[in-house]
């Protein structure tokens, strides 16, 4: 939440630092799509990834961003699977 709120400062001011870096986008969604299972053990997720997923981008804006897409359905009241899909054409 404090990293949140110095990311919405930073937004209205100066702008938010970017740190590109090689990242695989597989390796970073599994990362949250576990811990996310771990955290929430009654919900169930799948990541499905097709294409190659190796680029240079900022690892914790990239980490952010899943993480906050699959929190949405964990705290709906909507049960099921969820799956983050990543296809690159």
Not at 3 to 24: C, F, K, S
Not at 35 to 62: A, C, I, K, N, Y
Request: proline letters at 3%; glycine letters at 6%.
């Amino acid at each position: 939440m404090i990293r949140d709120l110095l990311d919405y400062t930073r937004a209205r001011g100066t702008g938010i630092p970017v740190q590109r870096e090689r990242t695989n986008l597989f390796e970073l969604c599994k990362q949250n799509i576990d811990s996310m299972e771990q955290l929430h053990p009654t919900r169930r997720f799948r990541l499905e990834v097709e294409g190659d997923v190796q680029g240079e981008w900022d690892r914790e804006r990239v980490l952010q961003l899943v993480s906050n897409l699959s929190r949405m359905p964990v705290f709906s009241d909507v049960g099921g699977l969820y799956v983050l899909d990543y296809r690159k054409s």
